[in-house]
């Protein structure tokens, strides 16, 4: 959102053997943080609702914003990632265990209820490439970033879901969004 809106910041990021100790003086114990004017705002879905607010990225209306509301992490999104977790672990070299068990028994099944969903979402807002409205919203952000990671990580994982790849695409062609993705720091998750 900030690239988008063209706000200028600082990316700050912190060395993994520098973590532990960096991670004493968080509020949660926890990355990432926005930092405002001194103040820390903790929780990236905190701060991804607090700058969708400021910088005009939760809809056009108190209806749309609802809905962005409605899908955000608290309602599905968090729910897919806890379901996602023990899968996305060991895809992203943080844990073990048989991948491709794991996909089949962890990861299919959790990304078909939550594809599944936003495909829908998609196809009913009259399949213009947004979860919400005619214009970009955070979550639009969110589920193209994660689409785009899951594309880089477990190719082909997606195929069944076009709407969900249309998003992806039109989100990571946005020329502000496109010019972030080619001189962010590469990670894999």
């Known amino acids: 959102m900030l690239h988008v809106s063209g ?51 939760d809809g056009k ?19 897919y990632i806890v379901e996602m977790k023990p899968f996305l672990l060991v895809v992203y070299g943080f844990g073990q265990g ?17 594809y599944g969903i936003l495909e829908t979402i998609i196809q009913n807002n009259d399949n213009n490439c947004h979860l919400v409205g005619d214009s970009l919203t955070w979550v639009d952000l969110l589920i193209a970033d994660h689409a785009n990671i899951i594309k880089y990580n477990l190719p082909g994982f997606l195929d069944a879901y076009p709407n969900v790849q249309k998003l992806e695409k039109m989100t990571c062609e946005i020329p502000k969004v496109k010019k972030w993705m080619e001189k962010r720091p590469q990670t894999n998750c």
């Open 7 to 57: 706000t200028h910041f600082e990316d700050e990021r912190i060395p993994l053997e520098k973590w532990e100790e960096y991670r004493k003086t968080t509020p949660f114990g926890y990355l990432p943080l926005l930092t405002i004017d001194g103040k820390v705002f903790p929780q990236s879905f905190a701060m991804a609702r607090y700058l969708a607010k400021k910088l005009g990225f």
């Open 61 to 79: 209306t108190a209806f749309e914003s609802a809905w962005v509301d409605a899908i955000e992490p608290i309602h599905i999104v968090e729910d």
């Open 98 to 114: 048989d991948k491709q068990k794991l996909q089949k028994e962890v990861g299919e099944p959790a990304r078909d209820k939550f």
